[in-house]
Every structure is written in structure tokens, then in C-alpha cells.
């Protein structure tokens, strides 16, 4: 149960960073002007939004399989 625990920590954690670097590659798009940065940074913004669900999923099921008996 341990491992699993420490899996689900560390793919939260590589969703959080995943989700950090889409906020800074989206924000950086926008800066640019033109129709098609605007479309690319939108893309990333939506993958920050999975990113970030896909986190939190993994917090519960580490938080789930760490105080498991």
C-alpha cells in the first residue's frame, strides 16, 4: 500500500509541475499577437485546467492509500 501511496504522490506532484509550466507557456503566448498564438495559448490554458484535476484526483487517492488501515 506504501508504494502506491508514494506513486500517487509523485504523480501529483508531475501534475502540478505540468500544470505550472502550461500557466508560464500559455501567459507567454498571449503576450504575442495574432490569431493563431492566441488559439496555441488558449490549448495550453485548457490542458493547465486537466493538469490541474488530474492533481487534485491524484491528492484524494494519495491522501485515500496513505491513511488506508
Known sequence: MKVLSYLFLILAGLSMLGALGSIFVGMAGIGG??????QRSNRFM???VRLQLAAIVFIILWYLT????
Open 33 to 38: 499577437g495574432g490569431l493563431e498564438r492566441a
Open 46 to 48: 485548457w490542458w493547465r
Open 66 to 69: 496513505s491513511h488506508a488501515g
